[in-house]
T-cell receptor, first 113, second 114 residues
Framework: KNEVEQSPQNLTAQEGEFITINCSYS?????LHWLQQHPGGGIVSLFM???GKKKHGRLIATINIQEKHSSLHITASHPRDSAVYIC???????????????FGQGTILTVHP | ETGVTQSPTHLIKTRGQQVTLRCSSQ?????VSWYQQALGQGPQFIFQ???????GRGNFPPRFSGLQFPNYSSELNVNALELDDSALYLC?????????????FGPGTRLTVL
């Protein structure tokens, strides 16, 4: 079992829909990242969370440390949101964590006009 | 402030050859991490360099090696290339190795091994 699991693996939506992507992890973490990867490969960091909720424009990220779960929400989705969304965690290793990221497998989002 | 850059963008090699990939960190960042992303998979951590020293390593064989220079740019070297080394190689820089610092990713180098 992977330490970081994302669902769904593929998501298709119509423009304007509200989208939720989920991430579950099985170990203690010091921080969780949501990343966006467009075709061609470049990765953009959307959020880094260690507790609570963050909002940037139409994007909202939440994390529940007790349940080891995070969600990324996109409101009023648009075709330009089509990308791979990746959840990554920084494992906490007794104070010796050096910032290594462990990634989920990604969620492929396609938003149709 | 320039972002993280990587070169080359694409590279084709044959099995058994050696390759060097380069990464320039964002201004003010002293830590560089390298990741391998196979097609359809999430990235896997290769290693991290902090102030010119290796600061952590993932589950990759010794033929994957690296360097960090005094200006904090970094190289990833892969010897004796295998077909399975075909992947997108990403580097990310951060202001320090602290787990609470954000990592900024470069555009990646796509390596194809024939």
């Amino acid at each position: 079992k992977n330490e970081v699991e994302q669902s769904p693996q593929n998501l298709t939506a119509q423009e304007g829909e509200f989208i939720t992507i989920n991430c579950s992890y099985s170990v203690g973490i010091s921080a969780l990242h949501w990343l966006q990867q467009h075709p061609g490969g470049g990765i953009v960091s959307l959020f880094m969370l260690s507790s609570g909720k963050k909002k940037h424009g139409r994007l909202i990220a939440t994390i529940n440390i007790q349940e080891k779960h995070s969600s990324l929400h996109i409101t009023a989705s648009h075709p330009r949101d089509s990308a791979v969304y990746i959840c990554a965690v920084r494992l906490y290793a007794g104070g010796t964590s050096y910032g290594k990221l462990t990634f989920g497998q990604g969620t492929i989002l396609t938003v149709h006009p | 402030e320039t972002g993280v850059t990587q070169s080359p963008t694409h590279l084709i090699k044959t099995r058994g050859q050696q390759v060097t990939l380069r990464c320039s960190s964002q201004s003010g960042h002293n830590t560089v991490s390298w990741y391998q992303q196979a097609l359809g998979q999430g990235p896997q951590f290769i290693f991290q360099y902090y102030r010119e020293e290796e600061n952590g390593r993932g589950n990759f064989p010794p033929r994957f090696s690296g360097l960090q220079f005094p200006n904090y740019s970094s190289e990833l070297n892969v010897n004796a290339l295998e077909l399975d080394d075909s992947a997108l190689y990403l580097c990310a820089s951060s202001i320090s190795p602290s787990t609470y610092n954000e990592q900024f990713f470069g555009p990646g180098t796509r390596l194809t091994v024939l």
